[in-house]
């Protein structure tokens, strides 16, 4: 079975930067999307950013130009790079892996914005 290691959460001030990563346990071909995810409390999971096999990237409105997501098919990682973070961004980002009609999810990791 597949499982997602991530790392990099923790507590940071406003303005400051935090990079979370994302590995596979095992080596996983086919793989389509690799992606971040977060949930706030209270509030539904939701898209921060993904990337395609082919190297196109979406982010979501709240995130564009300070966040910035990196993959490596071949080394089976994603990298996020948060920069200017703001309170509203702290939440549990989860990694997503989809390959084929297979989708995988990290465990999660907590990132707190606060002062």
């Known amino acids: 079975q597949v499982q997602l290691v991530e790392s990099g959460g923790g507590l940071v001030q406003p303005g400051g930067s935090l990079r979370l990563s994302c590995a596979t346990s095992r080596r996983v071909f086919g793989i389509n999307v690799m992606g971040w995810y977060r949930q706030a409390p209270g509030k539904q999971r939701e898209l921060v950013a993904t990337?395609?096999?082919?190297?196109?990237?979406n982010y979501a409105d709240s995130v564009k130009g300070r966040f910035i997501i990196s993959g490596d098919n071949a080394k089976n990682t994603v990298d996020l790079q948060m920069n200017s973070l703001k309170p509203e961004d702290t939440a549990v980002y989860y990694c997503n892996v989809q390959a084929g009609l297979n989708y995988y999810w990290g465990q999660g990791t907590q990132v707190t914005v606060s002062s």
């Open positions: 990337t395609t096999r082919g190297g196109s990237t």
